[in-house]
């Protein structure tokens, strides 16, 4: 009981100290190349916080059960969302670059108008469909790098009205140095979320929790604690606009990149689950809920500029009912 506690602490040690290097190195390259945050945040980092789904979504493809990519995609689209984004900006609204916010919101809708229409019309994802999925994750991140290279400088707006951006005069660290922050915060973070997963299944194991409850809580929550630790890092060194666009990339490389690997490796039809009306119950709330929570957190945010404290605080409501109707259903 001792090392399974001990791994537990060193998780969440390099969890934390992941977070921290992940955000510095994301930053650092966004400041010195004067490249929005919220692009680096739904390009580099997004891209950073999704490896571990693609990871896992591949290797459970590999082993024949690449339904598993489906559920995993609506679910961590809806948790990064209407949790992990509600979070951030009911505790701080922030002001958003709407021009970088415009092209990652764009390409998840065309990703989620495929996603949807392959799953309501065959209910089967075949392997030109991932081929058609990955080509939207290359020709997202094309179009991404371009209108990076080809963006002016861009000062950082204010994360609120009291929330002072950081000094221009402020000693810009090496390329090098931001980039081996970046990589090794990213390597952190996953392992120290295996740990934490890992170890913390085991304690609950031994104190006798039930493995329903384990499964809604640990393993749920591994699966977002990048996106997690990241957005709560952002957001406690004042880059609001990174934390969201973090989140908004990771929901759309859910699902052109983590199910368009899965569905390229392995083909799969919509896991059968509870129906209702005859009708598969994903499809009637899951799906909903997932373009509800987007677009009642993006489109707002693209029309007025900036974020408000009453979207996180409906999201964080929309999370509780969902989990609620889950666990009834």
Request: hydrophobic share 55%.
């Amino acid at each position: 009981m001792v090392v399974p506690i001990l791994l537990f602490l060193l998780g969440l040690v390099l969890l934390i100290k992941g977070g921290d290097w992940f955000v510095d190195g994301a930053t650092g390259i966004a400041h010195r190349f004067k490249i929005p945050e919220i692009l680096i945040g739904a390009t580099v980092v997004s891209i950073g916080t999704t490896l571990p789904e693609v990871m896992v979504s591949a290797t459970s493809a590999v082993s024949g059960h690449g339904e598993m990519a489906y559920g995993n995609a609506i679910g961590s689209i809806i948790c990064n969302t209407a949790l992990i984004a509600a979070i951030t900006v009911a505790i701080r609204p922030s002001k958003i670059d709407r021009s970088a916010l415009g092209l990652p919101v764009l390409f998840f809708y065309i990703a989620a108008a495929v996603y949807i229409t392959v799953a309501v019309a065959t209910s089967f994802f075949s392997r030109t469909v991932g081929i058609v999925l990955v080509a939207l994750f290359l020709l997202y991140m094309g179009i991404s790098i371009r209108k990076a290279l080809k963006s002016p400088a861009v000062p950082d707006l204010k994360q609120s009205d009291d929330v002072p951006c950081e000094e221009e005069s402020a000693p810009k660290s090496s390329l090098v140095k931001d980039i081996v922050f970046l990589v090794i915060g990213a390597a952190l973070i996953a392992y120290g979320a295996n740990l934490l997963v890992n170890n913390g299944t085991v304690i609950a194991e031994k104190l006798g929790v039930p493995e329903s409850v384990i499964a809604l809580t640990f393993v749920s929550l591994g699966t977002s604690l990048p996106e997690l630790v990241t957005a709560i890092t952002s957001l406690v060194k004042g880059h609001g606009a990174l934390s969201l666009g973090n989140i908004v990339g990771a929901n759309l490389f859910n699902l052109v990149l983590v199910s368009g690997v899965s569905t390229v490796l392995s083909p799969f039809s919509i896991p059968d689950g509870k129906e209702i009306a005859g009708i598969n119950s994903s499809l009637l709330i899951d799906v909903p809920v997932m373009l509800f929570v987007m677009s009642f957190l993006t489109l707002p945010t693209l029309l007025r500029g900036k974020l408000s404290r009453v979207q996180g605080i409906v999201l964080l409501l929309i999370y509780a009912a969902f989990c609620v109707v889950q666990f009834v259903l």
